[in-house]
């Protein structure tokens, strides 16, 4: 009976261990910050058939290891990207920096959890470290390697709220949108322009779109909360079976 129990939610823990660890990988490679600025103009009266067109667009994407840049412009349709690496001397670089540190930290623990926990499945093996280390040390340590993660991952979460701030300090009068809130959108209306390309000219109602926000892994994080808390409380709750040795000699685990 114990050792069912003990089978069933040890399962249940290398289940959520492996998502968790997914999603940690995928956490550790995604954006975790994006804004964009986009100018569209509007036709009127729909006369070449045409509503709406993007005249220009700005957008970044804030990875873990650097920023990347993609600028598309109507005169020629082009769209240019580029990557740079973050400043070490910004206050971005140590956001990023921070969540990643806590993104790995996590990444490894939750991956080696995950090995333990499958060789627990074996009763041999199980019970080898049981006599080795007692139950209660290695529950203990167990539980602990958990609450590393955590930690791990409500510290990468929390600590890249920060990131706002440290927009503001790096660029001096920042009017960007990213200054002001953690996560927005603002639209704006600029009236008639007209637009020439390869010699044609046309009229347009330009509009802007300004959005930015938490991207990919920042939501992927949040989403490893709850999954380790469930591995903890799995951890505080499965009581390793006594072997059958200990039983015959009456020896308290």
Do not use: H
């Not at 873990?64 to 993609?70: K, Q, R, V």
């Not at 809130?181 to 390309?197: A, K, M, S």
């Amino acid at each position: 009976m114990a050792e069912n129990r003990f089978t069933q939610l040890n399962f249940c823990a290398c289940l959520t261990l492996a998502i968790l660890l997914g999603l940690l990988i995928a956490a550790a490679t995604v954006d975790w910050y994006r804004y964009s600025l986009e100018f569209d103009g509007s036709l009127g009266d729909g006369s070449t058939g045409i509503d709406k067109t993007q005249i220009n667009s700005t957008k970044q994407f804030w990875a873990l290891n650097g920023l990347t840049t993609e600028t598309e412009t109507w005169d020629n349709g082009a769209t240019n990207s580029r990557f740079t690496d973050y400043d070490d001397n910004d206050g971005q670089a140590a956001i990023f920096a921070l969540a990643q540190a806590f993104t790995l930290i996590a990444l490894i623990v939750a991956g080696l959890l995950l090995l333990v926990f499958t060789l627990l499945f074996a009763a041999p093996i199980r019970n080898k470290l049981l006599f080795i280390a007692g139950m209660t040390v290695l529950r203990v340590v167990l539980f602990a390697l958990v609450l590393i993660v955590v930690i791990s991952v409500v510290t990468a979460f929390l600590g890249f709220l920060g990131l706002t701030d440290a927009f503001s300090d790096d660029i001096p009068s920042c009017q960007l949108g990213y200054c002001r809130r953690f996560q927005d959108e603002v639209n704006n209306e600029y009236g008639q322009q007209t637009l020439t390309r390869s010699g044609s000219s046309i009229t347009v109602v330009v509009t802007s779109t300004e959005a930015w926000g938490p991207s990919a892994g920042w939501f992927i994080v949040l989403a490893c909360i709850p999954l380790s808390i469930l591995v903890l409380l799995i951890v505080v709750v499965n009581k390793f079976p006594i072997p059958v040795d200990s039983v015959g000699i009456g020896e308290a685990l």
